[in-house]
């Protein structure tokens, strides 16, 4: 076993794959409590921070717990014990077991909440629903006598240019003749004061992330043999990346609503509110749009989708209703909707349950076996029992 790490790279190497910039400017990520050097052994990863949460932590002897939900997503002037928030802080910090959030952070990684979702309903062909864009990009442009240009693709590549993909040092070159006169006062590698020189020349084109810019230019300086190399840094034309907002993915092939729903509630983990669904129970699904969490603000993504069906928590009355009277519409003259997609709407926390156990994996991964990890398993969500409608006479 690894030298345990500190609380500060366990901290360290959950930003790498959940980069706090990925969240929304309404939400909290990170490190909530915690010193971060503190050694971190094992780590707990639950829905939600709750008090049942808490006390498993400390039954397990867990040195950090990893959450979804954030515990104080909205601003507090105070911790004090007597509240339910400031009682768990002050519990956190007796027993020395930290706390880090990852929310909307994780729903957006890739892989993160949502291809968990995917993933469980046996989704193929997945993408980003709503794609984030990707990095920034430059494409450096540079023109060096041919000889040399080896060494300057290897030295703008250690300064981060030239990675696409899971491909490194990609570079584009081709050859033309490269003219100049030097001034009295130059000191040319080539040529001769006051002379027309002329040298085959390769252009070398390289992409890098804007954001090493002043590396790659100064790197290229530093390689090129000419007192003044000729370049260009050309800005490229943003992308959608392979992160964002909830997943869009189809089945193997096409079943039944009902089927589907039944699908979609043997995936999940059990909760008292169950599945639900809105559409004709007989209707073919085959493209299917997920989102982990609350999920109704996002209707106009997906019906720009074309996505047979959309899965997702805490749909609201008003936007379900109007969703479920279009489809009616379009079904009456006949355009059965790509366009207003069914409905299957589940519990929140079992939405995002599913992204813990990757995430487990991928963090003793990423630090090298140096800690242990346990996925709660205790139901968190607030609703503790459900009873079934009665038919009676005169129901509406």
Request: hydrophobic share 45%.
């Amino acid at each position: 076993m690894a030298d345990h790490p500190t609380l500060a790279q366990v901290v360290e190497a959950l930003d790498r794959r959940y980069p706090p910039s990925g969240a929304e400017q309404w939400d909290r990520v990170g490190l909530v409590v915690g010193d971060p050097a503190a050694r971190v052994r094992h780590v707990l990863l639950a829905v939600d921070p709750v008090l049942d949460v808490v006390e498993e932590a400390e039954r397990r002897g867990a040195d950090l717990i990893v959450t979804h939900h954030p515990l104080l997503l909205r601003g507090v002037h105070s911790v004090a014990a007597s509240s339910a928030k400031g009682a768990l802080v002050h519990r956190l910090i007796r027993s020395g077991i930290g706390l880090y959030a990852a929310h909307t952070n994780a729903d957006v990684a890739n892989p993160g909440v949502a291809d968990a979702l995917a993933d469980a309903l046996g989704l193929l062909d997945v993408r980003p629903l709503l794609a984030a864009p990707g990095p920034a990009l430059d494409k450096h442009v540079v023109f060096v006598p041919v000889e040399a240009a080896n060494r300057l693709v290897d030295a703008l590549s250690a300064a981060g240019a030239g990675a696409l993909g899971e491909y490194s040092r990609c570079a584009w070159t081709s050859t033309g003749t490269g003219t100049f006169i030097p001034s009295d006062v130059a000191s040319p590698a080539i040529g001769t004061a006051g002379q027309i020189a002329e040298v085959v020349e390769a252009r070398v084109e390289m992409i890098a992330p804007r954001s090493r810019r002043a590396a790659v230019v100064a790197a290229m300086r530093a390689a090129h043999p000419y007192e003044e190399p000729a370049f260009d840094v050309l800005e490229q034309a943003g992308l959608p990346g392979g992160t964002g907002t909830g997943r869009l993915g189809r089945l193997a092939a096409p079943e039944p609503l009902a089927v589907f729903a039944a699908r979609v509630a043997a995936a999940l983990p059990p909760t008292a509110a169950g599945v639900r669904y809105a559409g004709d129970p007989d209707g073919s699904v085959s493209s299917v749009a997920v989102l982990g969490g609350s999920g109704d603000g996002f209707f106009d993504a997906v019906r720009a989708s074309g996505a047979d069906v959309y899965v997702t928590a805490d749909l609201r009355h008003h936007p379900a209703s109007e969703a479920r009277e279009q489809a009616l519409v379009e079904a009456a003259t006949g355009r059965r909707a790509a366009a207003t997609p069914y409905l299957v709407d589940v519990a929140h926390s079992a939405s995002e349950w599913l992204w813990l156990p990757g995430a487990a994996a991928t963090l003793v991964a990423d630090l090298g076996g140096s800690v242990t990890t346990h996925v709660s398993t205790l139901r968190t969500d607030p609703w503790t029992g459900h009873v079934a409608s009665p038919t009676f006479e005169g129901a509406p």
